[in-house]
């Protein structure tokens, strides 16, 4: 980070959330109320409240991390036998059926992203809470990326809407989406919300005052 380059809240410029606009709002920074000139939102120099409601939502999204792994995401009933699977139980019967490829995004796509994306969050939050210096570009990156690949852990719910849509074979198969599911979409949703509701700035604002405190 150049010290010495101007930022844009030194310069009372501050962007719009819904359309993007640079805007100009100094009286943004004394406690009035700005709204932006295109399209008339709210301005706010940083995300109301980020790091609270990112928080509530990563807490809950771990709550519902469990009963999403534990719980069956797909039951099949197959002349008259029904059989229940979780994610983690479908991955090993890809595994023993040499389906490795399959196997292998299931995991990394419902199991390894979403906790790898709960664990990444939090780590943000306590860098920022403790206003940590720690490469503040890396994990601006972390940020990124995290925000990018989120919503492909829903690829596992797809794939048991298809299957529940497709087959309906009456007495001879039927696939049911099991609670296991609903929990799980619920995590992918969550932390969906949770990474748009961090706010990637709060990492620089520490460099910045520690640049002001040592002027």
């Known amino acids: 980070m150049n010290k010495s380059a101007p930022t844009a809240l030194s310069a009372s410029l501050v962007s719009c959330h819904s359309c993007h606009m640079l805007c100009r709002a100094a009286s943004l920074f ?46 099949v009933i197959s002349f008259g036998k029904a ?40 780590c943000l939050l306590i860098s920022v809470q403790t206003k940590s210096q720690w490469r503040p570009r890396d994990r601006t990156r972390l940020y990124r990326i995290t925000e990018a690949v989120g919503r492909w852990s829903m690829v596992d719910i797809y794939v048991v809407t298809l299957l529940v849509a497709l087959v309906k074979l009456g007495a001879l198969a039927t696939i049911e989406a099991g609670p296991g599911a609903v929990f799980f979409a619920c995590v992918v949703i969550i932390t969906i919300f949770a990474a748009m509701s961090f706010d990637p700035r709060l990492i620089w604002d520490t460099q910045e005052q520690n640049y002001e405190r040592k002027k």
């Open 83 to 122: 059989q229940s699977d979780t994610i983690m139980s479908g991955v090993i019967y890809f595994v023993k059926s040499g389906s490795w490829p399959i196997a292998l995004v299931i995991f990394v796509a419902s199991v390894f992203v979403p906790l790898l994306k709960l664990i990444i969050l939090t």
């Open 30 to 75: 004394k406690g009035a109320y700005a709204v932006c000139p295109r399209c008339g939102a709210a301005l706010h120099s940083r995300k109301p409240n980020s790091i609270a409601r990112t928080w509530a939502l990563v807490i809950a999204a771990f709550i519902f991390y469990i009963p999403a792994n534990v719980l069956p995401i797909t039951r």
